[in-house]
């Protein structure tokens, strides 16, 4: 496989769940990001883990957990959230240089009932 | 604060002719501006580039125009064609321990044929 993978592609969720969304990357980069995209929104930046530890958390609430255990992978562990939570979450990688930014997975699409 | 912004949601434009697509941005320390394109149900795809000390990128049909003294960049897609319907996401990108861009909500252009 090449790029950037995340599963599942759709997850729809209680209130009450717990679940995982995964992403793995097979480029060699060696940072990983958490976007979330809200309808008519920007991309909003939740995490950012350069060489497997967490740069930046933009304030993101406690229901959302982010695990980098290598280079490759990256996990968002979900749990309590709310239905405004329901968003499309996208996983990125990047290598510090070069100049086209990130290369995105095609996101998991995330609804909380 | 939005940091940056992409004041047109929409963008409809006739086959063969110009598009263009307009950002404005406020953090002076980004150094490199980038445009994305979307199409649904996938994840962003990197389009083209430019560094803050240049005004102008050109890659086959895709201009990006950067102007700095009034924090405005905008991407000219000429000819367009039914292809390039999709969302438009700006970003700057600042220096750092890890890349991190700051996207725009996006426009979404459509292409009549």
């Known amino acids: 496989e090449t790029g950037v993978t995340q599963t599942p592609r759709h997850l729809v969720m209680g209130m009450t769940n717990k679940k995982s969304l995964k992403c793995e990357q097979h480029l060699g980069h060696n940072a990983m990001y958490w976007y979330k995209q809200s309808a008519k929104k920007p991309l909003e930046l939740m995490f950012v883990?350069?060489?497997?530890?967490?740069?930046e958390n933009n304030s993101v609430p406690s229901r959302f957990s982010p695990e980098c255990p290598n280079s490759s992978h990256l996990f968002l562990h979900l749990h309590t959230l709310q239905p405004e939570d329901s968003a499309l979450y996208l996983c990125a990688s990047s290598q510090d240089a070069g100049v086209d930014g990130y290369t995105f997975g095609s996101g998991t699409r995330l609804t909380v009932v | 604060d939005q940091q940056v912004k992409q004041n047109s949601p929409s963008l409809s434009v006739q086959e063969g002719r110009i598009s263009i697509l307009n950002c404005d941005y406020t953090?002076?320390?980004?150094?490199?501006f980038l445009w994305y394109k979307k199409y649904p149900a996938e994840g962003p795809t990197f389009l083209i580039s430019i560094s803050s000390i240049k005004d102008k990128n050109e890659d086959g049909r895709f201009t990006v125009f950067l102007n700095k003294s009034a924090k405005h960049l905008s991407l000219h897609i000429v000819p367009s064609q039914p292809g390039d319907s999709a969302v438009y996401f700006c970003a700057g990108d600042r220096s750092g321990s890890a890349r991190q861009l700051t996207f725009g909500s996006g426009t979404q252009l459509t292409v009549l044929p």
């Open positions: 883990y350069s060489l497997e530890e967490r740069v």
């Open positions: 953090n002076s320390m980004f150094d490199y």
